[in-house]
C-alpha cells in the first residue's frame, strides 16, 4: 500500500462576524447549502455537531453517492474552533483520513476562518489534489453565501 501525505492550509476572509460564520458551520440545514463543491451532492445519514459527536454522509455525483465521509468531532469552542478527524471511503475501500482544524477569527472587516488539514491518501496523490481542491470550493461556497 502506497500512502501519500499532505498539510494543508487555506484561508479565506469573510465580511461577516466570526459568530455568523460558525453559526453556518454548525447549523446542519444551513451547512448543506454550501458544504459540497459545485456540480456535487450530499446526503447527510447522521448529524452531532458536538464534542464526541459524529457526522456521518454520502457524497458524489448526483444519483451516484458513491462516497461516504465519517467526521469525528474533537474540540469545539463556540465561534473560534472545530477540531475534528475524517475518513473517506468507496464503499469499503479507505480512500483518505485527516486530522482537521478550523480555526475562526474576527478581523478589521469581519472573520477569516483558516482550515488545516493533515490528509493521508491510500490511493494516491489524486486524492490528495481533490481533497485541497475540495476544501477551497466549499470554503468558497461559505464565503460566497455570506457575502
Do not use: H
Amino acid at each position: 500500500m502506497n500512502i501519500d501525505c499532505k498539510e494543508i492550509k487555506i484561508t479565506k476572509n469573510f465580511s461577516v462576524s466570526s459568530q455568523v460564520v460558525y453559526s453556518w458551520y454548525s447549523d446542519i440545514e444551513k451547512r448543506k447549502t454550501w458544504c459540497v463543491p459545485e456540480g456535487d451532492e450530499i446526503q447527510f445519514l447522521n448529524n452531532d455537531f458536538s464534542v464526541g459527536g459524529q457526522d456521518l454522509a454520502r457524497c458524489g455525483s448526483p444519483g451516484a453517492l458513491d462516497f461516504t465521509t465519517e467526521t469525528n468531532y474533537l474540540a469545539i469552542e463556540s465561534d473560534r474552533l472545530i477540531v475534528f478527524s475524517e475518513t473517506v471511503k468507496n464503499g469499503e475501500m479507505l480512500l483518505a483520513c485527516s486530522l482537521n482544524s478550523l480555526v475562526f477569527d474576527p478581523d478589521d472587516q469581519g472573520a477569516s476562518i483558516t482550515a488545516r488539514l493533515s490528509v493521508m491518501s491510500f490511493v494516491g496523490e489524486q486524492m490528495l489534489l481533490g481533497y485541497e481542491n475540495g476544501w477551497k470550493s466549499v470554503l468558497e461556497n461559505l464565503r460566497e453565501e455570506l457575502e
